[in-house]
């Protein structure tokens, strides 16, 4: 059996899996993948892979008794052996309060987020790719280690109550740091795309070139609270904590930042600058994503933070029937409108700040502030007079993403970014922020 199943091939698997189920409710899930890498350090091709992967999963319930079984063999007494497997679990299993039925038919929004030039990438295209990059660390007596990765599948889905659902989908991910030969300057750059023909490893290497030519002497200077210039890449490591903490039930819980005292929510209250929206949207040509989410709920556009105020919080099914609320899914992807000044624009109208190209190391210090703590890497520079002065040794920060967002000077134009922290990728801009807090120096590069 192919390992990518058409939506016609999917729905008919999908139909016969069912078809074994005795069951009260049953849903079953399939996914198929291929992916394909490429991995390169210090200035050689080390590994070149390639994966595939398909699962079936079946889900059954008696009741509030829930069972669930996977598997990856296809032939038909394997599937009626999943089905019966995920029974017998169900049977054994104790009841569980908050379990909700399946859903019904859905309708479900269009969205592309699969292309021909990314299902159809080769090995040699991989190696084409890495060798324009390779030749420019080269040349420059640089030493380059990079990972281009690239995969397409699908994901499917059906139950005993009549929905379905379809989603094909592509990504390629490129990264890259490069070193001086001394190791004393270090830049970095990531990519990503729904589209391989996007993707110019070259324009982003001389990127990663520049960053680590011009990083290379770095100075120490006093840690401190700073006016900071966060690049896309290092914005997002610092945004995605926000997005992770989008859910009622943690706020009603009193166990997050959106919690209030008496078991409210910040929903409706203004929390940060009102430049900033964020929000998801599965039909975003630039960042597309599939339109339902994990249990069949339809992805619609949703407004999470619109001018600076809590719009939505994601909502389960039991906890939105529990407290009356709209099921409202979490989010497959997240965009952050920007601004039109361009980075050069924020370097030139910054008396005395620091550039930062990548944060990294990222972790949680208080969740109920959403405080959060790491340090800078591979390209940090300090600007005086709207220039770039120098580079600067790396700093440890401690920062929430909250106060760096009420403390917003300028936003750029969203760009397509890859978090070094998760693979997620966002549409964030780069971002002029105030009083940044640096708390001490890293002697790493």
Known sequence: MAIILTEAEAKALLTKVLSYSKADECEVNILGE??????????????????????????????????????????????EKVVRRAEELARLAPENPEHVGVLGPQQYLKATGFTDATANITPD????????????????KLTAAGFLQDS??????????????????????????????????????????????????????????QKAQGSA????????????????????????????NLDA??????????????????????????????YSDPTNAELPASPWSGDGRPQEKTMWIEKGVVKNLSYSRYWAQKTGKKAIPGPNNVIMLGGNASLEEMIKSTQRGILVTKLWYIREVDPQTILLTGLTR????????????????????????????????????????VSTETDQNYLVPPMKIREFTFTSLSDAV
């Open 217 to 244: 002497e770095a100075r120490a200077i006093e840690p401190g609270k700073y006016t900071v210039i966060l690049e896309p890449t290092a914005a997002a490591v610092l945004l995605e904590n926000i997005y992770f």
């Open 34 to 79: 291929e992916r394909g890498n490429l991995r390169y350090a210090r200035n050689e091709v080390s590994t070149s892979g390639s994966t595939t992967n398909q699962n079936l999963q079946v889900q059954s319930a008696f009741g509030k008794k829930v069972g669930t079984a996977t598997i990856d063999e296809f032939d038909d007494a394997s599937l």
């Open 125 to 140: 295209t991989r190696a084409d790719a890495v060798a324009k990059s390779l030749q420019l660390s080269r040349d420059q």
């Open 249 to 278: 039930r943690s706020a009603d819980e009193g166990r997050s930042y959106f919690s209030k005292v008496g078991g409210k929510s910040r929903l409706g209250d203004k929390i940060v600058d009102e430049r900033v929206t964020i």
């Open 152 to 209: 397409h599948g699908y994901t499917a889905m059906m139950n005993s109550k009549g929905l379905f659902a379809y989603y094909p989908s592509t990504n390629v991910n490129f990264s890259l740091t490069v070193r001086t030969d001394d190791g004393k300057g270090s830049g970095y750059v990531a990519r990503g795309y729904t589209d391989f023909t996007k993707l110019d490893t070259a324009a982003a290497t001389r990127i990663a070139i």
């Open 378 to 417: 591979d390209g940090t520079f300090y600007i005086e007079n709207g220039k770039i002065k120098h580079p600067v040794k790396n700093f440890r920060f401690n920062e929430s993403p909250i106060i760096m967002l009420n403390n917003l000077e300028s936003l750029g134009k969203p760009e397509r970014v």
